[in-house]
C-alpha cells in the first residue's frame, strides 16, 4: 500500500566500490574507482529530500570480486559505530557479491531495526544511461523510510531496478541488464514507481527493540561442491576428504537428488563421519530441496546431510561460516542451519 511519510531522516552512505563508483580511462577504456565525493556531486537530487545524508568511504575501493568475510565485519562494524546517529543505512557495493554480502550482513545483526540496504549499478554514475542515480535514490529514500517513530523496512535487504528484495533471499541473475537481481522464493519487500509501494506483510519486523548486537566471525574451511553429469571420482573425493574442511554446501540437481553412485554416496558418509556439516540446497532459483521426495535423495537423508530447504547457495554458504565461527557444537550448527535466523529459509 502507499504510505504517506515524512520527508525528514538521517542515511549514512557506505561506499565500499562497485561499478557505481567507477569511471572509464578515455584511453584504455577500462573502468577505474572515482573518489565517492565525486559520485555525491553526481546526484544532486539527494539534497531535494531534506534528509541528513552522511558518507563514508573504503580507501582504497573494494572490488567486489575481493570482498571477504573481513570486509564483511569491516561494513557491519561501520554500521554498529554509527547505528544511533542515523535513521538508515546504504551500501553501495559491486554486483558481483553483492548477495554474499547482504547475506552475511543479515546473519550478523541481532535486533536490528533499522534498514540497511545494499545497492549498486550495472552502468558507472557518470555515464548517460546509468541505473545507478535511481538506486541510489530510491535506496536512500527506503533508509529513511518512518512511520510512528519506526523503520519501515527494518531489514539487510538488495534495491535494484526498482524492487527491495530481502538480501538474503537475493541472488545475482544478469550481468548485463538492469534487472540484475531476483528473490525466486521470497516476494519483493517494496516496489517502487509513481510512489514506493511497501508490502508489510512480508517485511519482518523485530518483536522486542533490543540493544543492537553485532556478532562477527566467519570460518573459511568450506567449500561449495556443485554436482554436473559425469563428476570425478577422485575429484569430488578429495573435495569431501580435504584435510580441516568443516563444511560443505552440496548444490544439488533439482529438490536435492545426486547421483546414486556407490562411490559418491560412500565418500559423503566418510566426510559426515568425520565431522564435516553437508548442508544440501538446489541448483534452481527457485523452488527448495526435500530430500527423500525421490530415490535419487533418500540416501542423502539417511546419511545424515542437511537440507537447505529453499535457501540460496549465497545464504547457505555464509550462513555455514557464520555458524561454524560462532562456538556451536557440530549438533547446534545444523539445528539452526535448519532454523531461519532472519528469514533466509522456510520454516
Known sequence: MNQHLQQTGSVLIIYTG???GMVQNPVTGSLSPVRFDQIMEE???????????????FNPPIDSSNVTPEIWERIALTIKKNYNHFDGFVILHGT??????????????VNLDKPIILTGAQLPIGTLRTDGKENLITSVEIAAARKNGMALVPEVCIYFDFNLFRGNRSVKQDSENFSAFVSENYPALATAGVDIRYRSEFIHYPENRGILKVQTGFDD???ILKMFPGIGQKVAEQILGMPGLKGVVLESYGSGNVPTSKWFL???RKAIRRGVIILNVSQC??????????ETSVDLLNAGVVSGNDMTTEAAITKLMFLLAQGLTREEVKMYLKKSLCGEIKE
Not at 43 to 57: C, D, M, Q, T
Not at 285 to 294: A, E, I, K, R, W
Open 18 to 20: 562497485g561499478t557505481i
Open 96 to 109: 558481483d557479491t553483492m548477495a554474499y554480502t547482504a547475506s552475511a550482513l543479515s546473519y550478523m545483526f
Open 221 to 223: 574451511h568450506v567449500v
Open 266 to 268: 560412500a565418500a559423503i
Open 285 to 294: 532459483q527457485g523452488g527448495s530441496v526435500q530430500m527423500g521426495q525421490y
Open 43 to 57: 546526484v544532486p537530487e539527494l539534497n531535494k529530500f531534506g534528509y541528513r545524508i552522511k558518507s563514508v568511504a
